[in-house]
T-cell receptor
């Protein structure tokens, strides 16, 4: 697989606001996954979007995928303090056994 | 409860003293993997295993060994640890490899080598 590059590196918002983070990648993908990591803990899978999908929802999460621009975005609506975490994307190339994670976006939600 | 467990969670050791970090999953997953996480470098894959007795190198395999004798276990072995292996280590598993299934991560092992 290939490394996704998350942007911004850090984001600070007030509780109740929406948080948007982006992921760019370089080559064609089979799917793209988003993960969350609370400080020092293991990553937790949030959502997977396939290359033939453009948008996917899960609760307060909305993920979009634009394969022509090789980019994805993760929107968290009505953020809560508990959403404070690092968020990582993982673009998955078909047939690969390697997963590559970038440095993530550090989101801080202020109460 | 479906989970990936790692032991120990915290370990302080000295240079050159062999150690093993265990990883076990109870989901009958074929694919298992080890990562290390360092500030500013993200998660980097050390080794992965597609199934029993099938392993391959990730991006940073130097100084590490693995084995997969049983489906549920995937231990990480540091034969002669050095201070540059001080890091936070994660084990992960998924149903299969090669098709982009979601990964389930363990809680992490914080290793300090002095």
């Amino acid at each position: 697989s290939q490394q996704g590059e998350e942007d911004p590196q850090a984001l600070s918002i007030q509780e109740g606001e929406n948080a948007t983070m982006n992921c760019s990648y370089k080559t064609s993908i089979n799917n793209l996954q988003w993960y969350r990591q609370n400080s020092g803990r293991g990553l937790v899978h949030l959502i997977l979007i396939r290359s033939n999908e453009r948008e996917k929802h899960s609760g307060r999460l909305r993920v979009t995928l634009d394969t022509s621009k090789k980019s994805s975005s993760l929107l968290i609506t009505a953020s809560r303090a508990a959403d404070t975490a690092s968020y990582f994307c993982a673009p998955i190339t078909s047939g690969t056994y390697k997963y590559i994670f970038g440095t993530g976006t550090r989101l801080k939600v202020l109460a | 409860e479906a989970q990936v467990t790692q032991n120990p969670r915290y370990l302080i050791t000295v240079t050159g003293k062999k150690l093993t970090v265990t990883c076990s999953q109870n989901m009958n997953h074929e694919y298992m993997s080890w990562y290390r996480q360092d500030p500013g470098l993200g998660l980097r894959q050390i080794y992965y295993s597609m199934n029993v007795e099938v392993t391959d190198k990730g991006d940073v395999p130097e100084g590490y060994k693995v084995s997969r004798k049983e489906k549920r276990n995937f231990p990480l072995i540091l034969e002669s640890p050095s201070p540059n292996q001080t890091s936070l280590y994660f084990c992960a598993s998924s149903v299969k490899g090669g098709q982009g299934y979601e990964q389930y991560f363990g809680p992490g092992t914080r290793l300090t080598v002095t």
